[in-house]
């Protein structure tokens, strides 16, 4: 029996992530703005209160399980920024908030550009589900010089990935899913989605 799933999100390249994974386990994944549902003002003071409030709300909108991630780039120099506002952090696009990110480094040295990805999910089976799913990973890189590659989004040209002399863009996809902060986030709900409601 096939259970469907709002995925708290207006993102196509999200939603592909998660129903590669999600759907051979019998889940099927629709985006919440398919259904009409606009994004809550995100209001959380760390990643996993807002995947919370953002699963919440659209549990609450659409009466469905909700999934939601809050995802971002926390870079050591900058004390943790741009952390929560990562995809708002210059007000502008990808490219705009990577020039922020280059232009704020330029000064520091590469032993010190340490970073890393953080990835929060959270699974709601109704709005006032009082044991939401939730998981926190990560992934450990550093910040390079310039940009490099052309896969993936946002910091994905700029993070050079721990053990691997390359950026996240220059990752094929299927690797990219497997070592990534969402793809490790996503093995650890698919494990507690395994045991926890079968």
């Not at 759907?23 to 549902?37: A, N, R, T």
């Not at 450990?140 to 896969?151: D, F, M, P």
């Not at 989004?153 to 863009?169: E, H, K, N, S, W």
């Not at 299927?174 to 409601?197: D, F, P, V, W």
Request: hydrophobic share 40%.
């Amino acid at each position: 029996m096939e259970k469907t799933i709002v995925l708290a999100s207006a993102n196509e390249g999200k939603a592909r992530e998660f129903r590669a994974i999600l759907e051979p386990l019998g889940f099927k994944i629709v985006l919440q703005s398919e259904l009409g549902v606009k994004s809550p003002e995100e209001t959380g003071k760390s990643f996993i209160e807002n995947a919370i409030l953002k699963a919440r709300y659209a549990a609450e909108k659409t009466g469905m399980w909700a999934l939601a991630d809050d995802s971002g780039l926390s870079v050591d120099a900058l004390n943790g920024a741009p952390g929560i506002y990562s995809a708002r952090f210059s007000g502008g696009d990808d490219k705009s908030n990577n020039l922020k990110l280059l232009d704020l480094m330029k000064d520091v040295p590469s032993d010190k550009r340490t970073a890393r990805y953080y990835c929060a999910l959270c699974l709601v089976r109704h709005k006032d589900d009082p044991v939401p799913l939730t998981v926190l990973s990560s992934w450990e890189g550093s910040i390079g010089n310039k940009e490099i590659g052309s896969g993936g989004f946002g910091y994905d040209p700029l993070f050079i990935v721990t053990g691997r002399q390359c950026t996240a863009a220059q990752l094929p996809p299927q690797i990219k899913n497997l070592i990534s902060h969402r793809g490790r986030a996503l093995a650890a709900l698919t494990y507690k989605l395994e045991h926890n409601l079968s």
